[in-house]
């Protein structure tokens, strides 16, 4: 539920010359990744997601600026505010999700656990929410 979904502080390595953090499978991601995305560009007003995912585990990071993201589990929601490349929201599976108050330059990177397929979508939230109570 949406409890699972915590804010994971990433490890930083500091420099002088600025920081890095550095995500590596079997090391310090509690999944393989498979698939790496990201989101720019996107317009101040726009709701992106609307949807959940039957196995997809992400890690959801705010590369740069910020924006928010709403999990929903069917009973209970949560709003989670990202806005610094050193926090990950573990998203895990069975969650509906919304995205919303990107500001304007943010990236939004996604790490996802499967290679991307439309058969891992609930995209109906009536479907969602009957997925989550009978399975
Ligand atoms: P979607 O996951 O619905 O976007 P968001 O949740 O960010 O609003 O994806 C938008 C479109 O992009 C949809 O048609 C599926 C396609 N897509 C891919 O082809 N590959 C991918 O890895 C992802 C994430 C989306």
């Known amino acids: 539920n949406v409890d ?9 390595a500091h420099t002088e010359k600025g920081n890095m953090t550095v995500l590596e499978n079997k090391l310090n991601i509690p999944f393989n990744i498979r698939r790496i ?3 720019y560009d996107v317009p101040m007003n726009a709701e992106r997601g609307g949807h959940s995912h039957y196995e997809l585990q992400q890690y959801v990071v705010a590369a740069s600026g910020s924006f928010t993201f709403v999990l929903d589990d069917g009973t209970n929601k ?8 050193n926090k990950a929201l573990h998203i895990k ?3 509906w999700r919304e995205m919303k ?3 304007s330059g943010s990236i939004c990177l996604v790490l996802a656990s499967m290679e991307y ?3 891992d979508y609930i995209r109906d939230y009536e ?7 009978n399975g």
């Open 4 to 12: 699972d979904c915590d804010i994971v502080e990433l490890p930083i």
């Open 37 to 39: 995305y990201y989101l």
């Open 78 to 85: 949560k709003e989670v505010f990202l806005n610094h490349p």
């Open 93 to 95: 599976p069975g969650i």
């Open 101 to 103: 108050d990107f500001s």
């Open 117 to 119: 397929t439309e058969d």
């Open 127 to 133: 479907q969602f929410l009957n997925y989550r109570k």
